[in-house]
């Protein structure tokens, strides 16, 4: 039998960098152990809890899913956490087979807490999906009006999208933030580093974000009832993913709830920002570059992906392009999206884009012929 035992290890205040530190030991019988840490100042040390180990199982389930070994968590556990888990594993087993196991959890005991309010975390790093859910939930200027929640704080997760050797860049992300929402003074401020990214495999993070931000999230039950996730996807293009309004959800217990926000298309959310210009000019939504550009990860690079598709989107709509983007918008660029493999996410990411340039009459844009030559391309190549 393979096993994964999962401890909590260590309970660290580093005064001297100012820092609380949380260390998890994941113990592998057959290959070697796995450490995880979170980091976070010391400040927010108060609003923390560690006593249940429902975060450190929400972080080690995928892993030991992949390397379809039992996992035994010492330390209690909630008992409808482990309920919706089995459902979980049902649905992530079926989506992605090649990859993850159904396994069996065991605890050294099962309990049951109740939630300490209906205030939620907003999980945030400044990109389209959180802006949104910022407009929506703390500023109430978006198009969402009745389903909205209460947030209490704002969470930003150090090695999630800027890679955790990059001290200062996190920290400006942290004060763009700040500066961008500090309007509420009711707002708390969370920011936590850890390494369960890299743990999870930086190449699977598509089908493993969800655990990241809940298992850090999750943290905090002590001061708030639940954590909001930005939805990835519309309703109209929902496939298997890390993050989904299916299994999101699954990840809850009855002292801390999973949300996955209402479902708008990527361009419906940046129209929507328009209404927001302080969230356009600090909009980051780059995390490619930092490896294949060396550009700063906590700017974008207006070259990878990402940038150039987000950048199309605000000419589809016939906007500037906010300063958030200081590279130019170029058909070398365009051109360059077909270097890089498609899967059905992106594809329609960039049919929506092109849809919306020729509902703007922009179809005849050198930018979008050359973006509908390469979507082309890529279906002939797909049917042949």
Same mark, same amino acid.
């Given at each position: =039998?393979? *096993?994964?035992?999962? *401890?909590?290890?260590?309970?660290?205040?580093?005064?001297?960098?100012?820092?609380?530190?949380?260390?998890?030991?994941?113990?592998?019988?057959?290959?070697?152990?796995?450490?995880? &840490? *979170?980091?976070?100042? $010391?400040?927010?040390?108060? %609003?923390?809890? %560690?006593?249940?180990?429902?975060?450190?199982?929400?972080?080690?389930?995928?892993?030991?899913?992949?390397?379809?070994?039992?996992?035994?968590?010492?330390?209690?556990?909630?008992?409808?956490?482990?309920?919706?888990?089995?459902?979980?594993?049902?649905?992530?087993?079926?989506?992605?087979?090649?990859?993850?196991?159904?396994?069996?959890?065991?605890?050294?005991?099962?309990?049951?807490?109740?939630?300490?309010?209906?205030?939620?975390?907003?999980?945030?790093?400044?990109?389209?999906?959180?802006?949104?859910?910022?407009?929506?939930?703390?500023? !109430?200027?978006?198009?969402?009006?009745?389903?909205?929640?209460?947030?209490?704080?704002?969470?930003?997760?150090?090695?999630?999208?800027?890679?955790?050797?990059?001290?200062?860049?996190?920290?400006?992300?942290?004060?763009?933030?700040?500066?961008?929402?500090?309007?509420?003074?009711?707002?708390?401020?969370?920011?936590?580093? /850890?390494?369960?990214?890299?743990?999870?495999?930086?190449?699977?993070? &598509?089908?493993?974000?969800?655990?990241? $931000?809940?298992?850090?999230a999750s943290l905090f039950r002590k001061m708030w009832g639940g954590v909001l996730v930005g939805s990835s996807h519309s309703y109209l293009h929902l496939l298997p993913?890390?993050?989904?309004?299916?299994?999101?959800?699954?990840?809850?217990?009855?002292?801390?709830?999973?949300?996955?926000? =209402?479902?708008?298309?990527?361009?419906?959310?940046?129209?929507?920002? =328009?209404? &927001?210009?302080?969230?356009?000019?600090?909009?980051?939504? @780059? &995390?490619?570059?930092? *490896?294949?550009?060396?550009?700063?990860?906590?700017?974008?690079?207006?070259? @990878?992906?990402?940038?150039?598709?987000? =950048?199309? /989107?605000? !000419?589809?709509?016939?906007?500037?392009?906010?300063?958030?983007?200081?590279?130019?918008?170029?058909?070398?660029?365009? !051109?360059?999206?077909?270097?890089?493999?498609?899967?059905?996410?992106?594809?329609?990411?960039?049919?929506?884009?092109?849809?919306?340039?020729?509902?703007?009459?922009?179809?005849?844009?050198?930018?979008?012929?050359?973006?509908?030559?390469?979507?082309?391309?890529?279906?002939?190549?797909?049917?042949?």
């Amino acid at each position: =039998m393979r *096993y994964v035992d999962v *401890y909590l290890d260590n309970v660290i205040r580093r005064g001297d960098i100012d820092k609380f530190e949380i260390h998890v030991l994941l113990s592998r019988s057959y290959d070697e152990d796995l450490k995880l &840490w *979170y980091s976070m100042p $010391l400040e927010q040390q108060q %609003y923390c809890s %560690y006593e249940l180990m429902d975060s450190f199982l929400i972080a080690s389930l995928l892993k030991a899913m992949e390397d379809a070994a039992t996992l035994r968590v010492h330390g209690p556990v909630s008992s409808s956490l482990l309920d919706n888990l089995e459902e979980f594993q049902v649905i992530f087993n079926l989506w992605f087979p090649e990859k993850y196991t159904r396994i069996d959890i065991g605890t050294d005991s099962e309990v049951e807490e109740e939630k300490i309010n209906d205030r939620v975390i907003l999980s945030f790093s400044g990109g389209v999906d959180g802006a949104f859910c910022a407009l929506n939930h703390v500023l !109430r200027r978006g198009p969402i009006k009745r389903k909205l929640f209460d947030i209490g704080s704002v969470l930003y997760v150090e090695g999630f999208d800027v890679n955790i050797e990059y001290d200062r860049q996190c920290k400006n992300v942290v004060e763009r933030n700040k500066r961008l929402l500090e309007g509420d003074n009711t707002l708390i401020f969370l920011n936590v580093r /850890t390494n369960l990214k890299y743990l999870l495999s930086i190449k699977r993070f &598509w089908t493993s974000h969800a655990c990241v $931000l809940v298992s850090v999230a999750s943290l905090f039950r002590k001061m708030w009832g639940g954590v909001l996730v930005g939805s990835s996807h519309s309703y109209l293009h929902l496939l298997p993913w890390g993050s989904h309004p299916l299994t999101d959800r699954l990840l809850s217990s009855k002292s801390f709830g999973v949300h996955h926000d =209402m479902v708008f298309t990527r361009v419906e959310k940046l129209k929507a920002l =328009m209404a &927001w210009p302080e969230a356009l000019e600090n909009l980051k939504v @780059c &995390w490619e570059g930092q *490896y294949k550009f060396d550009t700063s990860p906590d700017l974008n690079c207006c070259v @990878c992906d990402k940038c150039v598709r987000t =950048m199309l /989107t605000f !000419r589809a709509l016939g906007q500037e392009t906010p300063s958030s983007f200081p590279g130019e918008l170029t058909v070398d660029k365009v !051109r360059g999206l077909k270097n890089k493999p498609f899967d059905w996410s992106r594809l329609m990411f960039l049919n929506e884009v092109l849809d919306a340039a020729k509902e703007n009459g922009k179809d005849r844009d050198p930018l979008f012929v050359t973006l509908g030559e390469i979507i082309e391309g890529y279906e002939l190549r797909r049917k042949s």
